[in-house]
């Protein structure tokens, strides 16, 4: 009985739809182009000169230093484009 809940579960959950749901980047990569890349590249740069002082100045009222602020800064921002929320609707062409 446990089996065949297991092996039904574990098919599912490898099938090529639930891949693209897990990991969209791999979705959407194919088809990204350079007017994107553009518009990215100033969201990235608008996002990077307001996250930075921010997260020194967080530091800072909690007494560390400056560069603690920034430590996670790089790995959040590459986990939320690859992995977003499963909610979220951002990074999904429509």
């Not at 809940?5 to 979705?27: E, F, G, H, M």
């Not at 230093?65 to 951002?90: A, I, M, Q, R, Y």
């Amino acid at each position: 009985m446990c089996w065949s809940w297991t092996s039904r579960a574990a098919r599912n959950a490898c099938t090529l739809r639930q891949v693209y749901k897990r990991i969209p980047i791999i979705d959407w990569l194919p088809h990204y182009d350079t007017n994107k890349a553009i518009s990215d590249l100033i969201a990235g740069l608008t996002v990077g000169l307001t996250v930075i002082p921010q997260g020194i100045a967080y530091a800072l009222v909690a007494e560390l230093p400056p560069k603690v602020g920034n430590g996670d800064l790089e790995l959040s921002t590459w986990k939320l484009t690859t992995f977003p929320h499963p909610g979220e609707e951002c990074c999904r062409l429509h």
